[in-house]
C-alpha cells in the first residue's frame, strides 16, 4: 500500500500563491501516476492536476497557466504551485498516488481558502 499525506493549504488572499506538497510512504517503488484533485462544497471531485512517471502533465482547463505539478521522485513527493489564486479555487484539494498494479489511493485532503 500506498499512504499519501497532503501539506500545505491555509487561507489566502485573491491573486495569491500557495504550494501544496504530498509525501507518499509505503510501497514507493510501485508509484506510477500522481495527482492533484479537488472538491468544492456540494460538487464533486474533480481533476486538477496530473503528473506521470516521466514528467508528462495535463491540467484542468480552469487552472492552465496558473498552475504547476511537479514531482520529485528521490522524495516520492508531488508537488502543486498555485498562483494568481482566485475565489473559485477554494476547495478541499486532494492527492491520489496511482501505482503499476493498478490501484490509486488519496489522502487526507487539505483546505485550500481564496478570500479577502
Known amino acids: 500500500q500506498v499512504q499519501p499525506v497532503e501539506s500545505g493549504g491555509g487561507l489566502v488572499q485573491p491573486g495569491g500563491s500557495l504550494r501544496l506538497s504530498c509525501a507518499a510512504t509505503g510501497s514507493v517503488f510501485s508509484i506510477d501516476v500522481m495527482g492533484w484533485y479537488r472538491q468544492a462544497p456540494g460538487k464533486q471531485r474533480d481533476l486538477v492536476a496530473i503528473i506521470w512517471n516521466g514528467g508528462r502533465s495535463n491540467y484542468a482547463d480552469s487552472v492552465k497557466g496558473r498552475f504547476t505539478i511537479s514531482r520529485d521522485n528521490a522524495k516520492n513527493t508531488v508537488y502543486l504551485q498555485m498562483n494568481s489564486l482566485k475565489p473559485e479555487d477554494t476547495a478541499v484539494y486532494y492527492c491520489?498516488?496511482?501505482?503499476?498494479?493498478?490501484?490509486?489511493?488519496w489522502g487526507q485532503g487539505t483546505q485550500v481558502t481564496v478570500s479577502s
Open positions: 491520489n498516488i496511482g501505482t503499476t498494479y493498478g490501484r490509486g489511493y
